[in-house]
């Protein structure tokens, strides 16, 4: 949340009476961490904010970029989805369909999916048709399952890896991992600067800015208030964030299958003799080793209108993204697809040749831990309030960008006024952690240890932190 010291511009002194306990003893130590944490880590914290504000706002800047592709002003009925899917596959008759997205509303095109083996992981390419004129309107490549398109994709890569692939994962893992970490222990210093200027019968503010302060007290009204304010979003968007880290992220997901707490999905595996085609591979149509049959894709091209209709009476009526197999064995996938205010997604598995709805995942059904991360993630990405979530995100993006800045301030102002032209803000006086106790200390290590095993990347850069203090604190005191 910050860069620098979040306490009084002088020591405190302890002071007698009710609230005289051990928790004194722990600030100087939050300070040191809030301190070191801001200074290094918060560099990386201002590029996540900068570039998720933009992540924020992506979807509705797509919908202005792409607008050609998106919609049309063609009215009337439209034609059947099979007719639709014909057409963009004579536009790249060298690939092969995989999916479609039915247009949900008048005015929307529909998006044609294609396997295509030039584009990146998690990339498939999109053909859009009007579906009143079945006239294709271009074609894009679309990456995951939100299916975005170029511009979000190219934000969402910056966001996460800053374009820099696996190995630049490692600065929004350690933005994510540390975020939390600055947020709670600046509230924590906030609350007991105010508890201690409360005390002494001054005027003290919690939640709003005293203006009538200057200099240095008034950046920290600001640095504090505001950092208080938004501690809550950014404990959120740092734990959400951790689901998509490359460590954390893949000891997370552990967890949740040890906890029987992983997403639900349908089996879309046939019975019967489209199994016995599948060669031994059963509900696994879709892997490697079996060739896409165009025979069958075909057919099955031919059946997705009956098919999506057979969803809509399993009750799946918003926007659904249908899975067209090329393959024997397996039953045509129909899943709803995350959209403004809508806060579950049902999935059915239907075979192609019966009708019949073989399989089907409700949200309802799914396990709370499940529904929670879901439900986290919409939020994260922008998209469950729509427009509402994206301009409050952009919001908390630029909340905490002056957060930060106004912390560098406060560091730079911190620093000597005579001697090296190169001096900057002293940090906090060393040997907190001795001062809390040897209980306390080693309670304080182990929570450490545990949690830097779960989150590598804080405890490895944690570690970092200790030995740079250490070694300063030698040279130090080798000076001396």
């Known amino acids: 949340m910050s860069t620098t010291d979040l306490g009084t511009d002088r020591p405190v002194p302890p002071r007698s009476g009710p609230d005289r306990s051990a928790a004194p003893a722990l600030r100087p130590l939050m300070l040191r961490l809030h301190f070191y944490a801001g200074i290094l880590v918060a560099p990386f914290i201002l590029i996540a904010a900068v570039s998720g504000g933009l992540y924020a706002l992506a979807p509705t800047i797509e919908q202005l970029v792409y607008r050609d592709q998106l919609h049309t002003d063609a009215t009337g009925p439209a034609v059947p989805v099979a007719e639709q899917i014909r057409v963009a596959a004579g536009q790249r008759p060298d690939l092969t369909v995989t999916a479609v997205r039915p247009a949900a509303a008048p005015g929307e095109t529909t998006r044609v999916l294609f396997a295509d083996p030039s584009l990146g992981e998690s990339q498939r390419l999109a053909v859009f048709v009007d579906p009143v004129t079945a006239r294709p309107l271009g074609e894009l490549a679309v990456y995951g399952s939100s299916s975005a398109l170029p511009v979000r994709t190219w934000i969402s890569q910056l966001h996460r890896h800053l374009h820099l692939g696996e190995p630049g ?99 879309a595996t046939l019975t019967g003799g489209g199994a016995a085609a599948a060669t031994g591979h059963e509900g696994h149509g879709g892997h490697a080793g079996h060739a896409a049959d165009p025979g069958l894709l075909d057919a099955n091209i031919a059946r997705i209108d009956p098919v999506l209709d057979t969803a809509a009476a399993a009750g799946l009526t918003g926007v659904v993204e249908a899975s067209i197999p090329a393959r024997p064995g397996t039953a045509f996938t129909v899943a709803e697809t995350r959209q403004p205010w809508v806060y579950g997604i049902d999935s059915v598995a239907v075979d192609g040749a ?127």
């Open 354 to 480: 019966t009708g019949e709805v073989v399989d089907v995942s409700r949200f309802a059904d799914w396990p709370l831990a499940a529904q929670l991360t879901w439900w986290s993630i919409t939020l994260h990405m922008g998209i469950m309030f729509g427009l509402v979530t994206q301009v409050a995100l952009a919001l908390l993006a630029v909340a905490l960008i002056t957060v930060v800045l106004r912390g560098y301030v406060m560091w730079w102002r911190r620093r000597p006024t005579r001697g090296s032209a190169w001096a900057v803000g002293r940090a906090p006086a060393r040997g907190a952690l001795r001062r809390i106790g040897a209980g306390p200390a080693v309670a304080i290590g182990v929570a450490a240890a545990v949690v830097g095993w779960f989150a590598p990347v804080l405890g490895l850069s944690l570690l970092a932190f200790l030995v740079v203090d250490t070694a300063v604190g030698w040279r130090m005191r080798g000076r001396a």
């Open 169 to 267: 994962r490692l600065y929004s893992e350690l933005a994510a991992s540390w975020m939390w970490v600055i947020a709670l222990g600046g509230v924590y210093l906030w609350v007991r600067r105010y508890r201690t200027v409360r005390a002494r019968h001054a005027q003290a503010r919690l939640l709003t800015v005293d203006r009538t302060a200057t200099g240095r007290s008034r950046t920290l009204g600001w640095h504090g208030v505001v950092g208080v304010w938004i501690a809550v979003g950014l404990v959120f968007l740092s734990a959400t964030g951790l689901t998509w880290s490359r460590f954390a992220g893949d000891n997370i997901a552990e967890l949740r299958a040890a906890l029987h707490w992983k997403t639900p999905t349908v089996d």
